[in-house]
């Protein structure tokens, strides 16, 4: 049974910065590509960013040169670090496992002064 584990989500104000934690059991992150997506009320979700099991990254637009995804897999860990928050970026932030099509259970982010 693959589990999802999302963590480091908060309260920030615009301009600050957060870490999300994507930790798994019962797959190997390494050998997936991974993706963190994220929903604001009254929206859909929408993709933020992958990470492919080679490493190579995709990110939305909206937040190109502010998160960066990564990954440690010693730790089955995947993480978005997410710099320069704006209140558009206010959103439950899921995980998601491609090969299994599991997701966590989601991490709230909001910005807000």
């Known amino acids: 049974q693959v589990q999802l584990v999302e963590s480091g989500g908060g309260l920030v104000q615009p301009g600050g910065s957060l870490r999300l934690s994507c930790a798994a059991s019962?797959?190997?992150?390494?050998?997936?590509?991974m993706a963190w997506y994220r929903q604001a009320p009254g929206k859909q979700r929408e993709l933020v960013a992958i990470?492919?099991?080679?490493?190579?990254?995709t990110y939305a637009d909206s937040v190109k040169g502010r998160f960066t995804v990564s990954r440690d897999n010693a730790k089955n860990t995947v993480y978005l670090q997410m710099n320069s928050l704006k209140p558009e970026d206010t959103a439950v932030y899921y995980c998601h496992d491609y090969a299994s099509g599991f997701w966590g259970q989601g991490t709230q982010v909001t910005v807000s002064s």
């Open positions: 019962g797959t190997i992150l390494s050998i997936n590509a």
């Open positions: 990470i492919t099991s080679g490493g190579r990254t």
